[in-house]
C-alpha cells in the first residue's frame, strides 16, 4: 500500500478515482459524475492547489481518495471540511481508509487546523460508524440535505478537535 498527498501534476490519479467514486456510489457524494467529468484538466490541477487530496495506490492504481478543505476566512481558517471520502468496495476493512484518514489528519496540522469537520448522509451507517470509530463527534443534523434520485435525505454533520 502507498500513500500520497497529491500535487498538481498527480491530476491523472485525482481524475480517475474521484470519477469511480462518483460513478460507484453516487449517493455518498452531493457532486455529481457528470459534472466532474466535464471539467477541463486545468480545473483539476486547481482543485489539487486549493485543497489537500491524500490519493491511497495499490502498485500504480489509485485506489482510495480523501480529500481536506481548509476554510477561507480569517476567523474560521482554524477549521477544515472532510470531502471525497472513497476506498474501492474490495479494498473495504483493511485498514487502508484509517491510513488516508491519519495522513490527511497530520497533514491538517502542519496547516494549523484545530477541527475538521464532516456530514455524511444519514443513509450511510457505515461511513457514519467508521468516522465515529475515528474519534468524530455527531454535532447536528440538515434536514433535507441532499436530494438524490429525487428524494430528500437528512445528512449528518460530525466534527473532530485535532487540539485538546
Ligand atoms: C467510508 C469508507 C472509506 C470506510 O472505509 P472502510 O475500509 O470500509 O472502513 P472500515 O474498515 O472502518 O469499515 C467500515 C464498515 O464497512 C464494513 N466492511 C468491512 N469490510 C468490508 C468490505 N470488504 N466491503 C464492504 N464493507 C466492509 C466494516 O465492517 C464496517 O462496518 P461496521 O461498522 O458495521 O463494522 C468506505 O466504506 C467507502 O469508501 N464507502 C463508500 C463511499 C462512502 O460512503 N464515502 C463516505 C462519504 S461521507
Do not use: C
Not at 471520502?85 to 496547516?111: F, S
Amino acid at each position: 500500500m502507498t500513500l500520497k498527498l497529491l500535487a498538481p501534476e498527480d491530476y491523472e490519479a485525482f481524475k480517475r478515482i474521484r470519477l469511480e467514486a462518483l460513478r460507484m456510489t453516487p449517493e455518498a457524494f452531493p457532486s455529481s459524475e457528470k459534472d466532474w467529468a466535464a471539467l477541463p484538466d486545468e480545473e483539476w490541477r486547481r482543485r489539487l492547489t486549493n485543497n489537500a487530496v491524500v490519493v491511497s495506490f495499490r502498485g500504480e492504481e489509485p485506489v482510495g481518495i480523501m480529500g481536506l478543505m481548509p476554510q477561507q476566512a480569517a476567523k474560521m481558517a482554524h477549521r477544515a471540511t472532510i470531502v471525497m471520502v472513497y476506498l474501492r468496495a474490495n479494498e473495504r476493512g483493511g485498514g487502508r481508509a484509517v491510513a488516508m484518514l491519519d495522513l490527511l489528519l497530520e497533514h491538517a496540522r502542519t496547516l494549523g487546523v484545530r477541527q475538521v469537520e464532516l456530514a455524511v448522509s444519514a443513509e450511510n451507517p457505515a461511513a457514519k460508524r467508521f468516522y465515529l470509530r475515528e474519534g468524530f463527534q455527531e454535532i447536528g443534523r440538515i434536514p433535507g440535505g441532499l436530494i438524490h434520485e429525487g428524494r430528500e435525505i437528512d445528512e449528518i454533520m460530525m466534527a473532530r478537535r485535532l487540539v485538546a
